[in-house]
């Protein structure tokens, strides 16, 4: 018996487009929490649909209204769209405003995560790379999340804002307590501490500017020649840490985990090792596949979109995993095909608000792959598959990943 | 044969310069694609044709004939 409070779908919901859905939720008997999302259609659900948990959103299944979601900002806003909502949450700069205020932000940061500007950076990532992996890579095993995929992103996050190494400890505390922890209270002072600690950052980089994004951001000047005010900054440097860190750690988690069961797909990208046009290539199919973040959008107003009335402030969910293997775009889209031609996968989203950081962290996963089979060709998971720890959420993974070799 | 962008649709995924780098490079303010050689020797086809079917966004085409 479910003696769990549902409320009811909103009145303009009709019954036959309700799902209970909670994309946070991973049953026990599933290893891979995106199969949550796989299990849907599967088992019926239409293509758009209600969920009346987490405070009700809508879910889209189809690629093409997934693509539509991200590209129709007249209808899909990304002002607000939490799920389940939370008010007042900041305004983040420039994820959570629509075109043309979005390109205020977007245009700062723009140059300084070019594929240009990220290929200055790949000497100093390997470096970090070989360094991390050197590391253990003589102990024969390791947690793969403590131990590389949270380190690795989060040394790079702090490298580009000009801050010490030495801080990576404390970074990799504040920034494990956002992404996991569900209690509201930590949760609160966890927020009030980033936001101490980006204060701090900015304030330290008024006084001393460097060759760093934090002062590109805060040197940066409006359209009068004014500059942009202290919250906007603060938000856009907000945005920054929680874009670039717990996506690329779970990614890789989600890439390191099918390496150690798949001996001919280590087989493969060792073979590419001195190719890095395939090497990329493969890389950017095991994008298509692991695809761990599910967006958020909110309806600006009441209309109608596919034959479905949606009301203003409806939130809607994008599924990128679910788009990712659609079977009109993918041919044999649960297949991985390292070789796969055409791939118009959707991991870093479409439109105007594209992943600005998508260059830089393709090449943070290729790059710890290339330096990871130079030094531990081979490797396997050292606890069984089942027992791994899931969650769901709007960046699905694992908890810890042992490996040995 | 030539390959022609929409610098309004395109966002920046870079796709075509990572796969065919002989035709493709992107700008270093916005990281948009530059053809720098819009009208490409034949050798080259399959992979201009390649990179256009890669577009996330569907900014890229092969013109017809001369015109663009």
């Not at chain 1, 939370?86 to 594929?115: C, S, W, Y």
């Not at chain 1, 600690?197 to 008024?206: A, G, I, P, S």
């Not at chain 1, 790059?367 to 396997?380: A, C, G, H, K, M």
């Amino acid at each position: 018996m479910n003696l769990v409070f549902q409320p009811p779908a909103p009145d303009h919901v009709p019954d036959e487009l309700v799902v209970d859905f909670d994309f946070f939720k991973v049953p026990e008997d599933v290893t891979d929490p995106v199969q949550i999302w796989h299990r849907l259609a599967r088992d019926g659900a239409p293509p758009i649909f209600y969920t009346p948990r987490n405070g009700g959103h809508w879910v889209f299944l189809r690629y093409a209204d997934i693509v539509e979601g991200y590209r129709n900002h007249e209808i899909f806003s990304t002002r607000g769209a939490q799920i389940p909502p939370i008010e007042p949450f900041p305004v983040l700069q420039p994820n959570g405003v629509d075109p043309p205020e979005h390109d205020v932000f977007r245009k700062i940061l723009a140059p300084m995560f070019t594929p240009l500007a990220v290929r200055r950076m790949t000497e100093g990532l390997h470096r970090r790379a070989e360094t991390l992996i050197s590391g253990f890579a003589g102990q024969g095993e390791c947690d793969f999340i403590a131990d590389y995929a949270a380190k690795f992103p989060t040394a790079t996050f702090l490298e580009l804002f000009g801050l010490p190494e030495e801080r990576l400890p404390e970074f990799l505390r504040i920034a494990n307590v956002f992404f996991r922890s569900t209690d509201p209270d930590i949760r609160a002072a966890n927020l009030l501490e980033i936001y101490a600690v980006l204060e701090d950052l900015f304030r330290e980089k008024e006084r001393n500017p460097q060759n760093d994004i934090a002062t590109t951001v805060l040197q940066a000047r409006d359209v009068d020649g004014n500059p942009f005010p202290w919250q906007d900054i603060i938000n856009c440097g907000f945005l920054l840490f929680v874009a670039g860190l717990d996506t690329v750690t779970n990614t890789m988690a989600y890439v390191w985990r099918y390496l150690a069961t798949t001996p001919d797909a280590r087989q493969k990208f060792r073979d590419r090792l001195d190719d890095p046009a395939a090497f990329l290539l493969a890389i950017e199919e095991l994008m298509r596949i692991n695809a761990v973040s599910n967006i958020y959008r909110r309806v600006t107003h009441d209309c109608e979109y596919k034959g479905v009335r949606l009301r203003k402030n409806d939130r809607v969910i994008l599924p990128n995993t679910v788009a990712n293997r659609d079977p009109s775009i993918f041919p044999d889209p649960q297949t991985i095909d390292l070789d796969r031609k055409v791939n118009n996968h959707v991991t870093f989203g479409v439109g105007p608000h594209r992943c600005i950081g998508s260059h830089l962290a393709k090449r943070e996963i290729m790059i710890s792959l290339q330096e990871w089979l130079r030094q531990i060709p081979d490797f396997e998971l050292a606890q069984d598959q089942e027992a791994l720890s899931v969650f769901g959420g709007s960046v699905m993974g694992f908890e810890s990943l042992k490996l040995r070799w | 044969m030539r390959v022609v962008a929409n610098l309004k649709i395109c966002q920046g995924h870079a796709r075509c310069e990572d796969l065919c780098p002989e035709v493709f490079s992107t700008d270093a303010v916005e990281g948009k694609v530059v053809i720098e050689h819009p009208e490409f020797p034949p050798e080259l086809e399959e992979k201009v044709r390649l990179a256009v079917r890669n577009c996330p966004e569907g900014a890229l085409r092969i013109a017809k004939g001369d015109k663009a």
